[in-house]
T-cell receptor, first 115, second 114 residues
Framework: SQTIHQWPATLVQPVGSPLSLECTVE??????LYWYRQAAGRGLQLLFY??????ISSEVPQNLSASRPQDRQFILSSKKLLLSDSGFYLC??????????????FGEGSRLTVL | KQEVTQIPAALSVPEGENLVLNCSFT??????LQWFRQDPGKGLTSLLL?????REQTSGRLNASLDKSSGRSTLYIAASQPGDSATYLC?????????????FGSGTQLTVLP
């Protein structure tokens, strides 16, 4: 069966510090990978998605970046965090094969607080 | 632009009641619709996925229906339990294979009172 792991679960960082959140998927190949952010009292906002190694699409201009160094690894980064980067970050995956159902599966999330 | 609305934003019911959560969307040309559950501080758990060609899906005490023409989906929960307390979100995918077209509602926060 497929599983998705995301870490760290909780992170408290000062303004201006770097960020690295990591996500890995097991039990599948060539998944589509996604990073979402969920701010308090707001809906889910798609930040980045990837359909393959090295292929990253950005949905929202920001000081965040994403990378996919391996097929089942997705990393969210920032060189200098802003207060507005605080939020709940969720990694997700969906089957990348043609004809797949398109069902989306989420990780447990990473709570980022920028002070 | 696809917009997804979930009403009510919050719902409180006594244990044992059957209940319906609503999801409406503005663009009926959807590929599929997915219902999720989110517990406080946790990720989203997929509950049911309905393809555009389907009318409903069932899993245990949950039943989700889809009416594309009216732009509506409902999630029916039978014999509610305190463990069902969570936020329920629906998400609509408009075009196959395009992550950019997945739009989420803001959720309904359900509390089942013992």
């Amino acid at each position: 069966s497929q599983t998705i792991h995301q870490w760290p679960a909780t992170l408290v960082q000062p303004v201006g510090s770097p960020l690295s959140l990591e996500c890995t998927v097991e039990g599948t190949s060539n998944p589509n990978l996604y990073w979402y952010r969920q701010a308090a009292g707001r809906g889910l906002q798609l930040l980045f998605y990837s359909v393959g190694i090295g292929q990253i699409s950005s949905e929202v201009p920001q000081n965040l970046s994403a990378s996919r160094p391996q097929d089942r690894q997705f990393i969210l980064s920032s060189k200098k965090l802003l207060l507005s980067d605080s939020g709940f970050y969720l990694c997700a995956w969906s089957p990348g094969l043609a004809g797949a159902t398109g069902e989306l599966f989420f990780g447990e999330g990473s709570r980022l607080t920028v002070l | 632009k696809q917009e997804v609305t979930q009403i009510p934003a919050a719902l409180s019911v006594p244990e044992g009641e059957n209940l319906v959560l609503n999801c409406s969307f503005t663009d009926s040309a959807i590929y599929n619709l997915q219902w999720f559950r989110q517990d406080p501080g946790k990720g989203l758990t997929s509950l049911l996925l309905i393809q555009s060609s389907q009318r409903e899906q069932t899993s245990g005490r949950l039943n989700a229906s889809l009416d594309k023409s009216s732009g509506r989906s409902t999630l029916y929960i039978a014999a509610s339990q305190p463990g069902d307390s969570a936020t329920y979100l629906c998400a609509v995918r408009v075009r196959r294979g395009s992550a950019r077209q997945l739009t989420f509602g803001s959720g309904t926060q359900l509390t089942v009172l013992p």
